[in-house]
């Protein structure tokens, strides 16, 4: 692969890349037609990066359906697949980690201390491997895109990274590899998530302001859609420190972000807020 890369920069291309841990959906293949956008070559990676998950969560189980995800990314214009063996990358004395001090303490970090150290190692070696002038993350996993964001300026990855929009089902849900697990009547509440977000939309729309306001907004909108659902975080934050705000400010990128657990599926979703 960085053989291929080197070759493809030599040449003139400009390589665009996209990482995935596969079970591709809608929301993958947007990223791709956005690489493809901006880049000559999209490079995507299909790998289910065990530090990303805690010994509790769903590592084993992960959907990792190859053929299928190989099919999909030939269909949308990938010109590159790479899938590496996890000895080729976590091998037996790797020791070398990278983790963010500030972006990667609350939220998603909180609640899964490990994971956002394993991403930031895993994102560095791709990097380091497919040598890309772009990559595409989307704006779903709006920590781990800010994270990234991070990672590049402090590392000095000459990489522009490009946030792609989330995409949702015709009902509103996010898109998510991890949607096949609700069951038909956690399926039929989940919209539910992205309803009281349109409400907080709404009233940011009309002149509110404050964030307290706007979190409770969307917390009462949840809580009255369905007992089994089970609010982890409501909260307004600045789009680049991920830090939580006190008041919406005209001229600053602000998410409001929400996970919710649903069963035993935990589900994110966020606003993306521009003043």
Do not use: C, W
Not at 135 to 142: I, L, P, R, S
Not at 161 to 179: F, K, Q, T
Not at 210 to 217: G, I, P
């Amino acid at each position: 692969m960085q053989q291929l890369a080197e070759r493809l920069r030599l040449s003139g291309k400009k390589i665009g890349f996209v990482p995935t841990m596969g079970a591709l959906h809608e929301g993958h293949l947007s990223l791709v037609r956005l690489a493809k956008a901006h880049a000559d070559v999209v490079v995507m990676s299909i790998f289910v990066n065990p530090l990303q998950f805690a010994p509790n969560e769903d590592f084993a189980r992960y959907p990792r359906p190859f053929e299928r995800d190989v099919e999909l990314a030939r269909q949308v214009g990938v010109d590159v697949l790479f899938s590496p063996e996890m000895q080729m990358l976590y091998g037996e004395h790797f020791e070398s980690y990278v983790s963010l001090e500030r972006v990667s303490k609350g939220f998603e970090g909180e609640s899964r201390p490990t994971h956002f150290r394993g991403v930031a190692t895993i994102v560095t070696k791709l990097f380091n491997i497919t040598k890309p002038h772009i990559a595409v993350f989307g704006e779903k996993d709006a920590q781990q895109l800010s994270l990234v964001k991070n990672l590049v300026r402090d590392l000095n990855f000459d990489i522009e990274i490009i946030a792609a929009p989330i995409v949702r089902e015709p009902d509103g849900l996010a898109m998510s590899s991890r949607n096949i697990y609700l069951s038909p009547e956690e399926r039929q509440l989940a919209p539910a998530i992205y309803k009281s977000l349109q409400l907080a939309e709404l009233h940011i729309a009309q002149g509110e302001r404050q964030a307290k306001v706007l979190e409770e907004l969307v917390t009462q909108s949840i809580i009255s859609m369905g007992k089994i659902m089970q609010i982890d975080y409501v909260a307004v934050v600045n789009a680049e420190s991920f830090q939580r705000v006190e008041q919406l400010h005209e001229g600053q990128d602000y998410y409001i972000l929400v996970a919710v657990r649903l069963g035993s599926v935990r589900l994110l979703d966020n606003l993306h807020v521009r003043l």
